[in-house]
């Protein structure tokens, strides 16, 4: 293990000298600096900011971090994981690290320098790599999507699925053209490639494609490019919760009532909101104890060899949104492909 003594030698400096880098001291002149944050990513060294870690009897402390903690899916997911980690007696530590991946890191790398033992994420930028040298000391444990350029275990669900189910549902009530709203996120790419092959496989056009910002003004404008076009859409497939609560004020908006919405994403009004929306259901709280329990495997038992990709199914949960105009649907839970059973891979 690289300590802080191998990178004051490799530096040329005294290890308080690095002591005082790490701990962004202003008193250390810009070359001694750059110097030492070198020789730190040279030698992959993990600085320890309480100088001792759990084995040596520090109390136990787990990390959860995900993009918002006020969004329900997290949020049901952050309350699984503190359940399982209350069985062991456990803390969690719970940061959000927001939906701007240059703040990733920075967020992360404050709760891995707290000697957590472990660490569950819900990663948001592309590139993960950064996370080897932590990976080599810590657990870590993805959930909702897999680490981009970094071999770690994940937890994810199955967005493609849901997307063709949310899509095939739509058609099956007789929408013939369907538009998508959402991201440009990995998991937002996964749900546009599910709506595109339910339109193959009912050999209906992909035209209305909207991927970008979420916010009421911008979908608003959008719904009136799309809904302007030679072949409107009389229903929308959204990517996320986000956009679905957008999509419904933008609606409301331009008076449009006639217009089927399916979200992927339940949110706490959405079955209140007339129409109620019709969903497909994440279920945090499975992903979240799945995620636990893998961490706490790894921590039990370091080096045994386990499935690194774990898909948990989704499901369908009809209510009024999804119908043509005049009629009646009966709103039930699960029509569709969401009852298969998790796949690790």
Not at 75 to 102: H, L, M
Not at 165 to 179: C, E, K, N, P
Request: aromatic share 6%.
């Amino acid at each position: 293990m690289v300590t802080m003594r191998d990178v004051a030698q490799r530096a040329g400096v005294s290890a308080k000298t690095v002591s005082r880098v790490i701990n962004n001291d202003r008193y250390v002149s810009a070359d001694v600096r750059e110097r030492v944050e070198r020789a730190i990513d040279e030698l992959r060294y993990v600085p320890n900011m309480l100088a001792v870690s759990f084995r040596t009897g520090r109390d136990a402390a787990i990390g959860v971090a995900v993009p918002g903690v006020a969004d329900p899916f997290f949020a049901s997911i952050i309350d699984a994981v503190e359940r399982e980690a209350s069985k062991r007696d456990v803390a969690v530590i719970v940061t959000s690290v927001g939906w701007e991946p240059s703040h990733e890191r920075r967020s992360l790398e404050a709760v891995l320098k707290r000697q957590v033992a472990g660490m569950i994420i819900c990663p948001v930028g592309r590139d993960m790599s950064y996370l080897r040298p932590w990976q080599e000391r810590t657990p870590l444990v993805f959930v909702d999507r897999e680490p981009g350029r970094l071999t770690a275990d994940a937890v994810v669900q199955d967005d493609l699925g849901g997307g063709f189910d949310a899509t095939r549902h739509l058609i099956s009530h007789g929408h013939r053209s369907i538009a998508f709203f959402g991201d440009d996120t990995f998991t937002g790419m996964l749900r546009l490639k599910g709506w595109q092959q339910a339109l193959d496989e009912a050999g209906l056009p992909h035209d209305h494609v909207h991927i970008g910002e979420h916010d009421v003004a911008t979908l608003t404008a959008a719904l009136q490019r799309v809904l302007a076009a030679p072949d409107p859409p009389s229903a929308v497939f959204s990517s996320n919760a986000r956009f679905t609560i957008a999509l419904v004020s933008a609606l409301q908006r331009l008076r449009r009532r006639d217009i089927a919405l399916v979200g992927f994403g339940d949110f706490p009004t959405a079955a209140s909101l007339k129409p109620a929306i019709t969903v497909i259901h994440q279920d945090g709280d499975a992903m979240g104890r799945f995620a636990a329990d893998r961490l706490f495997a790894r921590w039990d038992q370091p080096g045994r060899r386990m499935r690194r990709r774990t898909v948990l199914p989704v499901s369908l949960v009809t209510r009024t949104s999804c119908a043509t105009p005049g009629e009646r649907v009966r709103p039930g839970h699960g029509d569709g492909d969401g009852a298969k059973a998790a796949k690790s891979r």
